[in-house]
């Protein structure tokens, strides 16, 4: 027997008859409560249903679930023409999801992803019970009629959306946490790189200095400057050669400076 035949039943019909009814302010609350209690397992199951991974917190859903239910006893119209276990169900369904769209991750998936994966969730539900074990992605896929590879894609793609705190610290194997934490862990080429080209330029800054001003000049105008030698020539006044001659000078100054240090000079 489902959990909607154990619910609704007409014991349960009967009990919201006379919440319904009721115009003593605490006898209706107290007939809600018994209404919440016994279908209290009915909202459990569709939590645990719409709960899309693990670190779902199904406590939460739960009350959030019973939300629902409460307005679906307080707002039923049985002249409306639908059985309250249908507008209950979409009210308790539509406050959870409500819920878990507010906690969404950042890091956003396709809408067909979360329907897909919602689905594979409600069948690796069932056939764990059916089977009393966890199913296969080959069992899995043949329920959701897609290829294997998509399922591993789905559960990859959902561990992904999960956050980790940079200040978590690492933990062994054997549950022990390490000293260090997930900031001390990750490693930025591109920012060691670019502390390199700052100490670079520090150091070339420092060589810089020991040129005389007409050198230092010709060096800045240069490659600071992007000049080709021609309009260097016009504005100093002097000749291409004479820029030539100085620009080799320069450089030949510098490359003596900086060999020392290792450092490339280009």
């Known amino acids: 027997m489902s959990y909607r035949d154990e619910v609704f039943t007409e014991a349960f019909d009967a009990l919201l008859h006379d919440y319904m009814v009721e115009t003593n302010e605490a006898a209706k609350d107290a007939l809600r409560n018994r209404l919440v209690q016994v279908c209290m397992p009915y909202v459990q199951k569709i939590a645990r249903g719409l709960a899309r991974r693990s670190n779902d917190p199904v406590d939460d859903l739960i009350q959030v679930g019973c939300m629902g239910l409460i307005k679906a006893f307080d707002k039923f119209n049985p002249l409306a023409g639908s059985k309250f276990k249908t507008y209950a169900t979409y009210l308790i369904t539509g406050e959870i999801r409500h819920y878990l769209r507010d906690k969404a991750n950042v890091i956003k998936a396709p809408r067909q992803m979360y329907e897909l994966y919602y689905r594979m969730n409600q069948i690796v539900q069932r056939l764990t019970e059916e089977l009393g074990r966890t199913p296969t992605d080959l ?25 980790i705190s940079l200040d978590q610290f690492l933990t062994n194997s054997d549950g022990v946490n390490k000293e260090s934490m997930y900031l001390e862990r990750l490693v930025d080429d591109k920012y060691y790189a670019f502390l390199k080209n700052q100490e670079d330029k520090l150091l070339l800054d420092q060589a810089m200095a020991n040129l005389k001003d007409e050198l230092r000049q010709v060096i800045k105008m240069t490659y600071y400057d992007d000049m080709s030698q021609m309009e260097i020539a016009r504005a100093l006044g002097i000749s291409q050669m004479q820029v030539s001659r100085r620009l080799r000078k320069a450089l030949d100054i510098l490359h003596g400076v900086l060999r020392s240090e290792q450092v490339d000079l280009v």
């Open 139 to 163: 069992e899995i896929a043949d329920e959701l009629e897609c290829p294997v590879h998509k399922v591993s894609d789905l559960g990859m793609a959902e561990r992904r959306r999960t956050l």
